[in-house]
């Protein structure tokens, strides 16, 4: 039987076999100051943190969250710390 993996089973399974792995280099040209390079564990754990926000904010499961954001690491790590976690991303 095949079973499809969520945007969040790719993220814990990036977290686990490639944690310390550069995952992503933010562009250093935009409007807000860039986080540089990034791993796998430290995008994993900004993510947790986007959803652990969004939770104390009451922002419901199923609830759309609008991000207006610059191609960067802070979108990323939204896509998976707003739809990883429930949320629909728009």
């Known amino acids: ?3 499809a993996l969520t945007i969040l089973d790719h ?3 990036a977290e686990l076999v490639y944690g310390d ?5 933010d ?4 409007p807000a100051a860039s986080w540089g390079s990034m791993t796998y564990r430290e995008m994993a754990e900004k993510a947790r943190a986007q959803a652990a ?3 104390a904010l009451g922002v419901p499961h199923g ?3 609008a991000v207006v954001s610059q191609n960067s690491a802070r979108l990323l790590t939204s ?4 739809s990883g976690y429930g949320r629909v991303l728009v």
């Open 1 to 3: 039987m095949k079973v």
């Open 11 to 13: 993220l814990r399974r």
């Open 21 to 25: 792995r550069i995952a992503v280099i």
């Open 27 to 30: 562009e250093p040209d935009q």
């Open 53 to 55: 926000g969004l939770d």
């Open 63 to 65: 609830a759309r969250v």
């Open 79 to 82: 896509f998976f710390g707003v």
